[in-house]
């Protein structure tokens, strides 16, 4: 907080001006805060030489230390950096001294009493937002210039005491955090990855074929080579004149390492290479949009507020970024023209022809506004264009999210402490210090971190108490004047930033993406029985239990054979996947088992629609079991019926635990779950 107009209003009206006496409340506030972490620090300095430092708040019988020289340096705040001891501005009745022409701030004992973060009128004065980014890379210069438009409070080296937000720069897990909102969430790093990404979006195909066509046919390697060179052979035996090219991923790469093209799939590098790097190959698109006859891509960035309840936004600007060799269709003479194929920054940079500007329209790096711009010249439908980019966001996102959960609820269990959780994604963000980088990147974290703001309720609620009393304080004839003013009136740090860049786009169009989410409603089943808090895999009596609750044995499918489906399917899918965390059936066998089971049940349904069935039936059965468990817990006797004090659901409950068309309460059973939601 910069004190220097405070100062200048404090010296001119002492303790009689309001404007100063709120400065002073904002600075004693800052004071304060400050005076703890240097409490904190020298218990922790003197951890080791025998009895902590006593503060002068545990003595109070002592005489009051003397006002520091504001020459010296004092303790540290927090951090390895060293600052100077900031104190608030006031009169004094001593002389003036060194760099103070009206004398040295005074001290606690002056005749101002100081109101810790309260103005003189009572209305309290809200700290900045506290950034812990000890842990940001490759964003951090972009991070900091953020902190500085919004006048927050950046720790680049760490703090002892908690932030309201901590900024990592590659996972959840780079460091342990127990409270605030940290910028990744659980799972996400592992579900980004070429393998997993096309495993979840598979599944929506399955369920979804149109809906998610946009993603290309894959097939994981190593697993699926002899799948995919087989269906590549029965397509080209179909269709001779099919001439296809497949670009192979590997599966942890990023910056466009190990990416490479082929023709068919005897080409694949079946070295010892993809043993230990597993893959992903897919149709590669030969023909591509071009401008400028260069091939180029589109860096949109998009915030996942949180996860439940879904809320999505995308940026409205992003990055196009340029290959550096005018593009031809592959052949097996350019397929290693890597500059011509593929766009990734890291690799065009290295080109002689990669272009550098400033300009935002032109070079090999652009913002994403500047090629709509010229696409709309072209005649594209601009609107078409972004409801299509954003469909196909939603559509991902709600790809993502059921593995998202699991993850979520085994790394924060519910009860226990932790923090909130949000992403910006992609999150790698180029250090490329141009003017493009900057206008785009910096405006998306700046609102980022604005949508985050912990304390925006508080600040909105001061200005509105604020506004008030400065209404009926403020004279007729200085209207005009006040609303010229520079808004200093209102302390509304937002007034001079830019409008917010990133749009929401769920759950503002919920009602047209709701019917996609099956599997969301599947991992929420997959969730309530996996027993153990913290886990990501659901053993076998998990398994057994949601069989009978959700009344799906029969004579037809016996526990016994429930059992043998549970040992196939786990088997396979652990054989499959390299986490080895825990034993038991996953979150994406438990769907493969869920749609085997829909299948069973309604035979003559398209497999979403069995899915969908299938799930209502569980819900509704789990409804009913958490309705007598609920109305069990509150008669405190199986089998009678309570006398009617609650909501009707529960009188709804009673009367069919009454009539006997829900089953008794077993025994141990008294306390209720919760519902699914």
């Known amino acids: 907080m910069a004190l220097a107009p405070a100062l200048s209003a404090m010296q001119r009206g002492g303790c009689e001006s309001e404007s100063a006496a709120g400065w002073a409340a904002a600075a004693a506030a800052e004071e304060e805060e400050e005076e703890e972490e240097q409490e904190e620090q020298g218990r922790v300095d003197a951890g080791g030489s025998g009895e902590p430092e006593r503060t002068a708040r545990e003595e109070p019988a002592r005489a009051p230390a003397p006002a520091p020289n504001p020459a010296q340096p004092g303790a540290a705040e927090e951090g390895d950096a060293r600052v100077l001891r900031r104190s608030p501005p006031g009169p004094s009745a001593e002389p003036a001294q060194g760099p103070w022409p009206h004398g040295k701030p ?342 980022t971190l604005r949508l985050m703001d912990p304390l925006k309720k508080k600040r909105e609620s001061q200005s509105q108490q604020l506004e008030k009393p400065l209404a009926r304080k403020e004279d007729p004839s200085d209207s005009d004047l006040a609303s010229s003013s520079d808004g200093s009136s209102k302390p509304n740090p937002d007034a001079q930033l830019p409008s917010i860049c990133l749009k929401q786009v769920f759950p503002k169009y919920a009602k047209q993406f709701n019917y996609l989410r099956l599997v969301d409603r599947m991992a929420n089943l997959f969730i309530r029985f996996l027993g153990i808090k913290g886990t990501m895999k659901l053993g076998p009596t998990g398994f057994r239990t949601f069989i009978r609750n959700c009344k799906l044995s029969s004579s037809s499918l016996s526990m016994a054979a429930v059992d043998i489906l549970y040992i196939d399917i786990t088997r396979r899918w652990n054989s499959m996947t390299m986490d080895q965390r825990d034993s038991g059936m996953c979150l994406q066998a438990f769907i493969e088992a869920f749609f085997f089971l829909a299948q069973r049940k309604f035979k003559m349904l398209p497999l979403h629609e069995q899915v969908a069935s299938l799930i209502d039936l569980c819900e509704y059965h789990l409804s009913l079991l958490d309705e007598k468990r609920l109305v069990c817990g509150r008669s405190g006797r199986l089998g009678v019926r309570p006398p009617y004090s609650g909501t009707a659901q529960e009188a709804t409950a009673a009367a069919l635990l009454a009539e006997g068309s829900v089953p008794p309460c077993p025994d141990g059973l008294s306390h209720s779950r919760h519902a699914l939601s």
Request: charged share 25%.
């Open 106 to 447: 005074r001290s606690r004992g002056r005749s101002c009493k100081r109101s810790s973060g309260r103005a003189a009128d009572g209305y309290h004065f809200v700290r900045p937002v506290t950034v812990d980014s000890s842990k940001a890379r490759t964003s951090l210069d972009a991070l900091k210039i953020s902190i500085r438009q919004l006048k927050w409070k950046e720790f680049p080296f760490g703090r002892r005491l908690p932030c309201d937000i901590y900024w990592h720069g590659v996972s959840f897990h780079d460091s342990d955090i127990f409270s605030g909102q940290v910028n990744k969430f659980p799972g996400m790093t592992e579900m980004v990855r070429k393998i997993t990404l096309s495993r979840a979006v598979r599944i929506m195909q399955n369920l979804f074929p149109e809906e998610y066509n946009f993603y290309p046919r894959s097939w994981i390697l190593p697993d699926e080579f002899q799948l995919f060179a087989a269906q590549v052979q029965m397509v080209k035996d179909d269709d001779p004149s099919w001439k296809p090219t497949f670009i192979v991923k590997p599966d942890s790469g990023c910056q466009g390492d190990g990416i490479y093209l082929i023709k068919d799939p005897n080409d694949i590098r079946l070295s010892g290479t993809l043993q230990r790097r597993p893959a992903v190959v897919q149709e590669y698109i030969c023909k591509p949009l071009l401008i400028d006859k260069l091939k180029f891509d589109i860096r949109l960035y998009v915030l996942l507020k949180s996860l439940e309840p879904l809320e999505i936004y995308v940026a409205k600007d992003g990055l196009s970024r340029f290959c550096t060799e005018p593009y031809q269709e592959p052949t097996p003479r350019n397929l290693r023209h890597i500059f011509m194929h593929l766009t990734n920054y890291s690799l065009n940079i290295h080109s002689g022809h990669f272009v550098h500007s400033d300009s935002t329209s032109t070079g090999s790096k652009r913002t994403f506004s500047s090629v709509l711009y010229r696409l709309s010249s072209k005649g594209v439908d601009i609107k078409k264009v972004w409801s299509d980019i954003i469909s196909l966001v939603i559509k991902t996102v709600i790809a993502l999210t059921p593995e998202l959960k699991v993850f979520y609820q085994s790394d924060i269990p519910a009860g226990r402490p932790g923090p909130t959780c949000f992403q910006l994604s992609p999150g790698v963000f180029e250090n490329v210090p141009s003017l493009v980088d900057e206008e785009v990147k910096v405006a998306v974290i700046r609102d």
